[in-house]
């Protein structure tokens, strides 16, 4: 029997367990797309937040640098011999940003060591933004850029076959549900080159899962995470771990990076 994580409301409030959520979600009023309404109020949460980086990391802009400097860290760590073969050797490195916002991860961390990022975020303005920050003719001496700028939500999007070297994926899969989620990891391995590593880097509820009301989105457990990894899709998680020195008062915040079997 598969394991069955218990939830609460971000006021503490019990809602179950993940399957019954789920179902209740599944079975619940949709939107006009035909999806479940729970996407419709996430993005309708979104649409209201400023395109900057305090508006999408919640009143913590002072926390990229952070972040960018461990992302790298984690990168090289996990891909860095793989980087490197691939630059001495010519070959033109790629990344993929999930979720991508206003593409803060991109700016701050991904487009210093790819080639060519492109962005995927569904949020029209926050892509827009990021557009109109990264878009355009590269003026970086290294000449990286990034290329392509997908509005589209991640339970839709099909990343093209065999095309990155990495697929990021950051602060955005608490929106999908465990199908989707699934279904969407499925759809990052295909866009995998030989090689290719998907990284996700997440909040971590200490047990179980928890609700956001406001956002419409799952802060999942470690536990809950590496069943879906492990159980579901059947991967294998090739190294994690906890980001540093973040405020006390935020979940604690995890990297992951994944390989398809």
Partial sequence: MPPVFKGIDDKGNPIGTNVTFWKAVKAGAKAPDGKPLWYKKGIQYW????????????GYGHVSSLDAQENAEFLNDVMGEHLEDAESEGEKLVSLDCGAGIGRVTGS????????????????????????????????????????????PLESFTPEPGRYDAVWIQWCVGHLTDEDFVSFFRRCADGLKPGGVVFMKENNAKDGFVLDTDDSSLTRSHKYFMHLFEDQLGWEVVKHRLQQNFPKELFGVRMYALRPK
């Fill in 47 to 58: 649409d209201g937040v400023d395109a900057t980086d305090d508006g999408v990391l919640g």
């Fill in 109 to 152: 961390f991904l487009i210093d060591h790819f080639d060519e990022c492109d962005l995927v975020e569904p949020v029209a303005h926050f892509i827009g933004k990021a557009e109109e920050t990264l878009g355009g003719e590269s003026k970086r001496p290294d000449g990286h850029r990034c290329v392509n700028f997908f509005a589209e």
